[in-house]
């Protein structure tokens, strides 16, 4: 029957969130039951379609990307997908009405890691940043708000900051593999063989006000569903953030910093306290 198919593909998505990352999936895990398998839904997908672009160098990504977009439209017209993957997320974008200008601003992030390799300027650098991060942070508060439009709008800028933050606090993070594996620099006008200090004081200045932003506009002003959950995700790039910065310019591209196991249970524990204390 359908729904036992449909459950199986919202496994699925759940399966693949907590095989590519352990930390997402920490901070799914404190969102509200009603709301987990939409996340898990949207990870998936955007997930699978990174995979594409990011790691499958022996087959012809630019053709499985057609096809993964293709599927995804064929899914959307059916309301069916033998694609797991694609079969759960179809299913999230329809209930919480997610426009496809996102689905189609993601896809053209995700193509132009196929063949541009550096960011010159700005306008390159924020339109990446917004297909790859900053709808997603939209696809997520479409299911944050569940219909609310006017609570939508409200927080639309500050999920967008912090989508913004996640992703830079990557891309400082992977500096290494998107080099000299991918070959690919995201910050303009900054050269990574010789980052100076005062280049990456700026970029981890400019993450700082992202997280501001997305804290004291966004956060804090969440529905209780899904308030817990993304404190958990914002407290634990900050940390990471913090550490980044601590790294040498010299040295940050040969460094790939993380969050230990017993540093994320911490993490989690103490966010729990000020979240009962009702400090956020």
Do not use: W
Request: charged share 30%; aromatic share 14%; proline share 2%.
């Amino acid at each position: 029957m359908k729904q036992l198919f449909d459950q199986v593909s919202y496994d699925t998505s759940k399966l693949v969130t907590k095989k590519y990352s352990t930390s997402f999936s920490l901070a799914v895990k404190m969102l509200s039951p009603t709301i987990r398998s939409a996340i898990y839904n949207i990870y998936g997908f955007v997930r699978f379609a990174d995979e594409i672009v990011d790691t499958f160098h022996d087959y012809d990504k630019e053709q499985l990307l057609v096809d993964f977009e293709i599927e995804y439209y064929k899914a959307v017209e059916q309301g069916i997908s033998l694609n797991p993957i694609l079969n759960s997320f179809q299913a999230t974008v329809k209930k919480y009405n997610i426009t496809d200008d996102m689905v189609q601003s993601f896809l053209r992030s995700m193509r132009a890691d196929l063949s541009k390799s550096i960011y010159q300027t700005k306008e390159e650098y924020d339109e990446y940043i917004y297909g790859s991060a900053d709808v997603v942070g939209l696809m997520c508060l479409k299911v944050f708000v569940d219909g609310d439009e006017e609570k939508y709008n409200t927080l639309k800028d500050a999920a967008m900051r912090l989508g913004s933050a996640f992703q830079k606090v990557n891309f400082l993070r992977d500096l290494k593999d998107d080099y000299e594996l991918l070959n690919r620099s995201y910050f303009p006008n900054v050269d990574l063989t010789s980052l100076d200090a005062e280049s990456k004081q700026k970029i981890i200045q400019e993450i700082e006000e992202d997280f501001d932003y997305a804290y004291y506009h966004g956060i804090l002003k969440l529905p209780v569903e899904a308030k817990f959950g993304v404190y958990m995700a914002y407290r634990y790039y900050r940390r990471l953030l913090k550490k980044l910065n601590k790294v040498p310019s010299s040295e940050i591209i040969e460094t790939r910093v993380r969050i230990s196991d017993p540093m994320k249970i911490n993490l989690l524990a103490r966010s729990y306290v000020k979240y009962k204390l009702n400090m956020i």
